[in-house]
């Protein structure tokens, strides 16, 4: 029971892994003991996140842009050169757009679109070859998708493409769940509410104090509470879940 939750020797992905969640999750996978590759748009902030993850274990970065097919093929090319299985794939890389719903732009709807939806199903089929090597009937291959609490209830911002993306990330989760739990590949949603991110700076600036009070449990989340449920979700403690979507947000969407 003591190695319930360990992921050491394992291989994972992390999209958008340079800042914000993504870099909660690697470094929470590295400190435990996983070679751990995180992919960024930047190549400079990406080698430099991947230099600072070094310190607590094995980290490569590998920078490609999700949201276009070419840095997809990129991406996955570079790290088929480096390995012949991955036993973990957390498809996390994000983007938003708020603008009033009379001016909206499309080309906002279709970057959010394409980075947050699109490239997780086209990432996930196209690194089936390295998943499938990896799991097995004990111990499944893990696919975890990154979603977001705006995806399960109405938060009032005017992010119109962000919570449909996340929506929809929800729902695809479930059907790749029952597609490919045969071939031994479990697929799992995490929920974020507030985090500290890039993406949640703004918000959480002119917001925090009020997103603070109205939460269950009184805070936005910790570093700790995304490698937490993500450790959980790779590791045989999670061995015998697919297609469930777990929200990690201090009661937000579950209970206000």
Known sequence: MKNL??????VALVTGGSRGI???IARGYVENGAKVYISARKAEACDAAAKEL???GQCVSIPADVSSDAG???LVAELSKREPQLHILVNNAGANWAEPIDAYAESGWDKVLDTNLKSVFFLTRKLLPLLRA?????DPARVINIGSIDGLHVDGFETYAYSSS????HHLTRVLARRLAPEH?????VAPGPFESKMMAETLRTFGELIKSNCPRGRIGEPEDMAGVTLYLASRAGAYLTG???PVDGGLATTV
Do not use: P, W
Request: no cysteine; hydrophobic share 50%.
């Open 244 to 246: 469930v979507v777990i």
């Open 185 to 189: 590949i479990t697929v799992n949603a």
């Open 72 to 74: 997809l093929d990129k």
């Open 54 to 56: 070094s310190a607590y």
């Open 134 to 138: 990896a799991g097995t009937h004990a």
């Open 22 to 24: 993504g870099y909660m």
């Open 5 to 10: 939750f360990s992921v050491q020797g394992k």
């Open 166 to 169: 996340k929506a929809a990330v």
